[in-house]
């Protein structure tokens, strides 16, 4: 008979033989620790979970080393853009390895729902969760929460001058706003919040209103955005809080220089409350490794988890009571309502927000 140890890690390399196989440009991790509790017991087999990550933190794989400590299940991690995992599920059909995918946004995790990769778990442990942050029938789970905000340039814009989403549409901040594309999904994401809240006519005279208020076209990512405000070439831009959060933290005298020229305010704070997203993940329809799948989900969603997983990227946890990140906590003073819509929600809009879009001339 086989050691552990041997047994181990013959999966390891059968499972990276599988991935490679089917691999293309899509990298490749195998988490190597060796844990030798309740092997001889268990069939090493089942002692595995094959993760299909869009994540890519180091305190995220710190997380997956922890998991495997506490429970001796070993978690193969094969990284990529969420999109490209999602094909490549499909295009693996049946035989996907794959037993957990982890992406970013709620319209990502409702496009492999629908592309019919992902398989409803009831978990009492994962529907602790708050409600609005995971998909009802259980298909994805948010891990973690994002909030959209509005960056200011403060020798341009007095805090006193902000208010909502709405009020960007308003003719004073003509020439003034900046936003990534339309083919952003966290925009395509927004606008489905919008559409919830105030029906498609509401919502495509809004996203007129943005267009006509544009200083540029859009361009670049949220952190262009930020930037573009600190250079005075905006005076508002609508991005994710954590683009903020990783400037601030960058040693960069450049990069302390925009931060120092940049106000962070949560929009709709009197009303439905800030936009917000997930990451999150679920379990893949087809996983060899169904069981083991629902206790490393369960186990991001627990308490010592949930307080590291969100750090990596300055990002809120999913689960109440978990305390943010202290420098993220120090941000987000005035964040004190979030939109409770639920995040699949986003994805059902998405369509029809796209169209919206479209139709009022969002590059
Ligand atoms: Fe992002």
């Not at 990550?53 to 997956?64: E, F, G």
């Not at 509401?202 to 930020?226: C, F, H, M, S, Y």
């Not at 627990?302 to 906590?329: M, R």
Request: proline share 4%; net charge positive.
């Amino acid at each position: 008979m086989k050691s552990a140890k041997e047994a181990n890690y013959s999966v390891s390399k059968i499972s990276r033989r599988v991935f490679l196989a089917a691999g293309g440009a899509v990298a490749v991790v195998a988490l190597h620790r060796i844990v030798r509790r309740n092997s001889t017991t268990i069939s090493s087999n089942d002692r595995i979970v094959n993760l299909y990550s869009a994540r890519h933190y180091d305190t995220d794989t710190a997380i997956y080393e922890s998991f495997t400590a506490k429970t001796g299940i070993k978690v193969n991690l094969v990284e990529a853009e969420a999109d490209k995992l999602i094909e490549r599920i499909k295009s693996e059909g049946a035989n996907s390895p794959a037993d957990v995918l982890i992406t970013v946004d709620a319209g990502r995790l409702w496009r492999a729902q629908e592309a019919g990769i992902l398989q409803p778990i009831a978990s009492p442990t994962l529907m602790s969760l708050p409600q609005n942050l995971y998909e009802p029938q259980g298909h994805w789970f948010g891990l973690t929460k994002r909030a959209r905000v509005i960056v200011y340039n403060k020798a341009r814009v007095k805090e006193s001058d902000l208010s909502t989403y709405e009020d960007l549409a308003n003719p004073k901040w003509k020439g003034r706003i900046v936003i990534r594309s339309s083919t952003n999904v966290y925009n395509q994401s927004l606008v489905g919040s919008i559409l919830a809240a105030l029906g498609p006519v509401k919502t495509e005279a809004w996203a007129k209103g943005i267009v006509a208020n544009l200083a540029r076209a859009p361009e670049g990512n949220d952190t262009a955005q930020i930037k573009a405000v600190a250079a005075g070439l905006a005076d508002v831009a609508i991005v994710n809080q954590y683009y903020l959060l990783r400037l601030a933290q960058s040693k960069k005298p450049e990069e302390q220089e925009i931060v120092d020229k940049v106000g962070i305010f949560f929009p709709n704070q009197n009303d439905r409350g800030t936009h917000i997203n997930i990451s999150g993940g679920g379990v893949v329809k087809t996983a060899p490794h169904r069981e083991a799948a629902i206790q490393f989900l369960e186990y991001l969603a627990s308490k010592d988890a949930q307080a590291i997983f969100a750090k990596g990227n300055y990002e809120y946890p999913a689960l109440e009571g978990v305390t943010p990140d202290t420098i993220l906590a120090s941000y987000s003073k005035n964040f004190k309502k979030e939109d409770s819509l639920n995040a699949a929600v986003y994805g059902r809009n998405n369509a029809e927000a796209l169209k919206i879009m479209d139709r009022a001339g969002w590059k």
